[in-house]
């Protein structure tokens, strides 16, 4: 395990991110821990650490740009963009009904190769429906890293789209590290 990846854990465990105990999530499902990524996310410890894990990864790569959809990911992909030095993406849940109509803010050109990341992930449906998003727009995606996976199905999700899934840290990883 490298030193990233040590901090990364060491972080959200210092700041409570991952709490265990009886929650009701979005979806309506009962979970006996919640990832709190929103509270990570705004932290530039939490950030940078993040960042630098997905560029080491990326470094000397074909990647072009980071793109990351709407709104948990995109501060993850500014850092990882000013890290990097990549230019970044945000991908909206929808297009705009005025001005330019996009979906996709920053310059996607025909065939960028493209990483996409995300806060956590549970199945993976949001996130697949961002890359289909910047594929239907002519970008490849070469590798999807997510902060951290619930494992609850986003893994086969991914390896069935041929997408490299890349999760910095799994639940299972991090309750064997308590």
């Known amino acids: 395990m490298n030193e990233y990846k040590k901090t990364l854990i060491e972080l959200l465990k210092e700041n409570d991110?991952?709490?265990?105990?009886?929650?009701?999530?979005?979806?309506?499902?009962?979970?006996?821990?919640?990832?709190?990524?929103?509270?990570?996310?705004?932290?530039?410890?939490?950030?940078?650490?993040?960042?630098?894990?997905?560029?080491?990864?990326?470094?000397g790569s074909d990647v072009t740009k980071v793109a990351g959809p709407a709104l948990g990911a995109v501060p993850i992909a500014t850092a990882t963009s000013l890290i990097s030095k990549k230019p970044m993406l945000m991908?909206?849940?929808q297009k705009k009904?005025?001005?330019?109509?996009?979906?996709?803010?920053?310059?996607?050109?025909?065939?960028?190769?493209?990483?996409?990341v995300e806060d956590v992930t549970t199945t993976g449906g949001s996130l697949l429906k961002a890359i289909d998003?910047?594929?239907?727009?002519?970008g490849k995606i070469?590798?999807?890293?997510?902060?951290?996976?619930?494992?609850?199905?986003?893994?086969d999700k991914f390896e069935e789209k041929n997408i490299e899934f890349k999760p910095l840290l799994t639940i299972s990883e991090f309750r064997s590290y308590l």
């Not at 530039?44 to 993040?50: A, F, G, K």
């Not at 998003?133 to 002519?138: L, Y």
């Not at 070469?142 to 893994?155: H, N, Q, Y």
């Open 91 to 93: 991908i909206r849940k």
């Open 97 to 116: 009904s005025y001005g330019t109509s996009k979906q996709i803010e920053g310059e996607l050109v025909e065939g960028d190769r493209v990483v996409i």
């Open 142 to 155: 070469t590798k999807a890293f997510v902060i951290v996976d619930r494992e609850e199905g986003a893994k």
């Open 133 to 138: 998003v910047i594929e239907d727009n002519g």
């Open 17 to 59: 991110v991952i709490k265990f105990g009886d929650f009701t999530l979005s979806s309506g499902k009962k979970s006996d821990y919640y990832v709190d990524m929103k509270k990570a996310i705004t932290l530039p410890e939490i950030l940078s650490c993040v960042a630098h894990l997905i560029t080491l990864d990326i470094e």
